[in-house]
Structure formats: C-alpha cells, structure tokens
C-alpha cells in the first residue's frame, strides 16, 4: 500500500506562490504516474498535474500552464516527495488539493489527469486565494 500525506498548504493573495509537498512511501512503482488534483467549492474533483516517476514526462492542465510546476524527489528507502509549485495564482485556484498515486503509466494527458484512474489519494491541503 502506497501512503500519502499532503503538507504546505494555506492563504496567499493573488500574484502570490505557495508550494505543495506530498510525502510518499510504501511500495512505489518505477514505471507509474503520481499527480495532484483539486476539488473547490460545488466542483468536481479535477486533474492539475501528473509526472511519470520513470522518465520525467509531464501533464498539465490547461488552466495551470506556465503557472504551476509538479516535480517528484526520490527519497532515501524508496521513498519520494511530490511536489507542486504555484505561481501567480488566482482566486480560481482555490480549492482543496490532493496528492494521488496511479500505479499505472499513462500515455496521454486525459488519462493522467483523470481522477479515476487513481487509486491512493492523501487527505487533502487546503489552498485559498484572496483577491
């Protein structure tokens, strides 16, 4: 079972930046996807970024492109951080975000991004943008 723990969440004015941290551990393939979604207020839970933890390929929602970066650090013991840098956010960015785990590697952005095709998720960081 792969483990999921969100962290680095909170309240910035609009422009501002935050960072997410997502800590991984448990037995994590080589050849997968991991990625963050989020869910606001009455929406649905939506695909943000994914990241391949073998060859670096990347995904992006349209709504976050040239704003937010995901990356993905190898740990000692096999474990990994996943993380997600947001720049000049908006008040749409809102939402709780969460850290998810795939177990499978996907060849397009509409499956990486699907919450669907996820099966452990975190808990959850909460991310608020005033205007």
């Known amino acids: 079972q792969v483990q999921l723990v969100e962290s680095g969440g909170g309240s910035v004015q609009a422009g501002g930046s935050l960072r997410l941290s997502c800590a991984a551990s448990g037995v994590i393939g080589s050849d997968v996807f991991m990625a963050w979604f989020r869910q606001g207020p009455g929406k649905e839970r939506e695909g943000v970024a994914a990241?391949?933890?073998?060859?670096?390929?990347?995904?992006?929602?349209d709504s976050v492109k040239g704003r937010f970066t995901i990356s993905i650090e190898n740990i000692d013991n096999g474990k990994k951080s996943l993380y997600l840098e947001m720049d000049s956010l908006k008040p749409e960015d809102t939402a709780m975000y969460y850290c998810?785990?795939?177990?499978?590697?996907?060849?397009?952005?509409?499956?990486?991004?699907?919450?669907?095709?996820?099966?452990?998720w975190g808990q959850g960081t909460q991310v608020t943008v005033s205007s």
């Open positions: 998810a785990y795939s177990g499978t590697y996907f060849f397009t952005a509409l499956r990486a991004l699907s919450p669907r095709n996820y099966a452990r």
């Open positions: 990241t391949s933890t073998r060859d670096g390929r990347l995904y992006y929602a």
